[in-house]
């Protein structure tokens, strides 16, 4: 190197205080090299998990700012927009663990908060509280069509749409890892809820969906002969659900079929079995995982 070019480096060096050149980075007490990367790593995220806040934009936010409970990212009434595009609230970095699950499981994994990202939706939910809503459908599960859900409107599912993409892509989280948190927690939590549109998601290339050939199909089947108690428990935890097989349409299998129910079959989400239901489980399994089927009574 010619001695003007040396002089010139020596030059820039000096003026830029002797700062470390890349790719070193400072730390308190050392130097980190970033010459060497290694290619072999993915992302730590495995899920993306949907909820609703229950409450309105302000009450969110001081909630999930507080010291107890977080989500990564808030979506706020579509009314709140900046240069004319929706606004959506980031509050915990995405490499970071937010407390938004709880206790949960799928798939025969726990703790999903270790190895998800998840998004609140500002929405009151239902008229009513969880335990309410609960208590209601076990003494009535006609009580159902008295419960009023509040929507979702379509701009704010339009900002969820983008954001979801945008994070499942960066993090190659697989369709059927977008779950609820009633999913997740079926005994605890009913968000999302049956208003929340999981087809409108799945149309826009979010999540699963049965197909109507296969539903159909099964629900001819189921019609005539259903599956036992036992074998819908053994289906439900192939589909991921946390669920033990007792053989007893008890309290926990009532929660998970009301999850599914209100995902899948939003019309109708009482925690009953029936023909439909089973038809709709059988068929997601078929599309999604059909190893899974293979194992069961019921397959083709």
Not at 14 to 20: S, Y
Not at 256 to 268: G, K, S
Request: aromatic fraction near 8%.
């Amino acid at each position: 190197m010619p001695l003007r070019r040396l002089a010139a480096l020596a030059c820039a060096l000096l003026l830029a205080g002797c700062a470390v050149p890349a790719p070193l980075e400072s730390r308190d007490g050392y130097l980190v090299d970033h010459t060497h990367v290694a290619p072999s790593h993915t992302s730590r995220v495995r899920h993306l998990v949907i909820h609703y806040t229950s409450s309105d934009e302000a009450r969110s936010l001081a909630v999930l700012t507080g010291p107890h409970v977080s989500a990564h990212y808030v979506l706020p009434l579509p009314a709140r927009r900046h240069g004319g595009e929706p606004l959506v609230y980031q509050l915990v970095d995405e490499s970071r663990r937010a407390w938004h699950a709880g206790a949960s499981a799928w798939r025969g994994r726990t703790h999903i908060n270790d190895t998800s990202i998840g998004i609140e939706i500002v929405n009151r939910g239902p008229d009513r509280s969880f335990a309410e809503v609960e208590a209601a459908l076990d003494a009535d599960p006609e009580a159902a069509t008295a419960i009023h859900w509040a929507p979702f409107p379509e701009a704010q599912i339009d900002a969820l749409i983008h954001l979801a993409r945008d994070i499942i892509e960066r993090h190659g989280i697989r369709p059927t890892d977008v779950v609820a948190h009633s999913d997740i927690a079926p005994t605890r939590k009913i968000d999302p809820g049956p208003a929340f549109p999981w087809r409108a998601l799945y149309e826009a290339g979010i999540g699963v969906w049965p197909e109507a050939d296969s539903v159909a199909r099964y629900r001819a089947r189921f019609a005539a002969t259903p599956p036992d108690t036992a074998t819908l428990q053994q289906a439900l935890a192939a589909w991921g659900h946390p669920l033990e097989v007792s053989g007893e349409l008890d309290a926990q299998t009532r929660a998970v079929l009301r999850a599914f129910q209100m995902r899948f079959r939003p019309t109708d989400y009482r925690g009953r079995s029936d023909a439909e239901t089973a038809a709709m489980l059988w068929a997601l399994l078929e599309r999604y995982r059909p190893e899974a089927l293979e194992t069961l009574t019921y397959h083709d």
